[in-house]
């Protein structure tokens, strides 16, 4: 339990219930006392955190990918380069580029002007909801947003594909003696994990630019909010 992967899931597990906590107890609230008001300070404050979380789980899975490929394609020196040292300071990077994406966001958003009394169409302060409710012009924050998400959330995926590329180019040398069986068993759970992290996130982002309907975007993100974190701890109890 003291090995670099049960310490990754450690600080995954934390990330997962600051993603729910972040959006879940507020749903509730709001469901039991029918008042669904968020102060303008408390939405950017929801946003923050939200964005915060999500990001923290798609680098921690990137890290994750590389402790995979390390133990994969150099087993034998795997503990000395995944030391104590190296495995903290992943994280800690990871946080901060984590905190970078937040404080990037909530910086766009304070540069947005909206209308007392808005409506959002949401559980809560989507990011995407609340850059159509803004009064002025939000041409150039998109293409800026964009960039940011393809920087920050291409990043982890191009780094979890090119580890499992290596991976795959590793096992494929490996004698059908029931290595290739074992090294996939060893990444399997993570592998899974990942299709769920980023199937959902892609599946919201989508059904909020091709539909047009805020009910069908909210339920996405229910899965997305929910159940995903829900599923993380049952894929890594079976190993």
Do not use: W
């Not at 600080?11 to 509730?28: H, Q, R, Y």
């Not at 669904?36 to 950017?44: F, H, S």
């Not at 929801?46 to 402790?67: E, G, H, K, R």
């Not at 041409?139 to 780094?159: K, T």
């Amino acid at each position: 339990f003291h090995s670099p992967m049960y310490f990754f899931l450690s600080i995954l597990s934390m990330a997962d219930i600051g993603f729910t906590s972040t959006t879940i107890p507020k749903m509730i609230l709001d469901i039991q006392t029918h008042s669904r008001v968020i102060p303008y300070t408390g939405c950017l404050l929801q946003l923050s955190f939200f964005i915060l979380f999500v990001y923290l789980d798609s680098a921690l899975l990137t890290v994750m990918a590389y402790d995979r490929f390390v133990a994969i394609c150099y087993p034998l020196q795997y503990p000395v380069i995944m030391n104590p040292r190296l495995c903290s300071l992943l994280v800690l990077v990871s946080f901060l580029i984590s905190l970078l994406d937040s404080q990037l966001h909530c910086l766009f958003m304070l540069h947005l002007s909206f209308c007392t009394n808005v409506e959002i169409p949401h559980f809560f302060c989507d990011p995407s909801q609340l850059f159509k409710l803004a009064c002025n012009d939000i041409s150039n924050n998109n293409i800026l947003i964009y960039i940011i998400g393809a920087i920050f959330g291409g990043v982890p995926l191009s780094g979890i594909f090119f580890s499992y590329y290596k991976i795959v180019s590793s096992i494929l040398r490996v004698p059908p003696s029931g290595g290739k069986y074992k090294a996939f068993v060893t990444c399997g759970s993570h592998l899974s994990v990942v299709c769920l992290f980023y199937g959902t996130g892609l599946g919201v982002y989508f059904s909020s630019t091709v539909s047009h309907s805020p009910k069908r975007s909210a339920v996405a993100s229910v899965v997305y909010a929910m159940v995903t974190p829900m599923l993380n701890p049952i894929i890594y109890s079976f190993r």
